[in-house]
């Protein structure tokens, strides 16, 4: 029986993208705005892009968060893309301040002035720590970011890549069942789509 990978949908932007990278490592993906369909996933990947006050809103408004956070204190394997990476912290100062899921201590800050905001386009990512997501990655890979906030986790040692834009910021963070990243690996080619096999392997 193929497993099933839920990818969630609560708006935003960049689901056919996403669905399409799953499909092309060899899953079926399942998009759903229907919190039941998430007992029985086996993989879990919350994508995103937008503001946080609207992500944290619709994942509300479907009834989303509580399935959400109790799938990651399952255990089973979660992605977390850009905002879905975002949504895993503490609070967002984005448009004002807003509480996130809290999976992960932390704040999401805006980039500090210095450098064209949004930072937009391919980009490093230095590798702190090794990884199964990483498998077949080289180290300063470039991958295509679009954002204008980071992560700063309470806790230095869920970073496991950075990457440098004016400041040096968490792309990738990982704990336990748990993989998030700033940049788009759904729009990075075959790095990219490596990064999805990767961690569709583990389920």
Known sequence: MKPKVVIVDYGAGNLRSVSRAVAHVGHE?????????????????LPGVGAAADTMRNLRERGMVEPVTAYI????????????????????EEGGEHACLGVI????????????????????????????????IPDDSYFYFVHSYVPEPADPSVVIGETDYGVTFASVLARDNIVATQFHPEKSGELGLRMYKNFLAAV
């Open 29 to 45: 993906p399942s998009v759903t705005a229907d919190p039941a369909d998430l007992r029985d996933a086996d993989a879990l990947i």
């Open 73 to 92: 204190a399952s255990g089973r394997p979660f992605f977390g893309v850009c905002m879905g990476q975002q949504a895993l912290l503490s609070v967002s």
């Open 105 to 136: 201590p932390g704040r999401v800050r805006r980039l500090p002035p210095g450098q064209k905001v949004p930072h937009m386009g391919w980009n490093q990512v230095r590798q702190r720590a090794a990884h199964p997501i990483f498998e077949g």
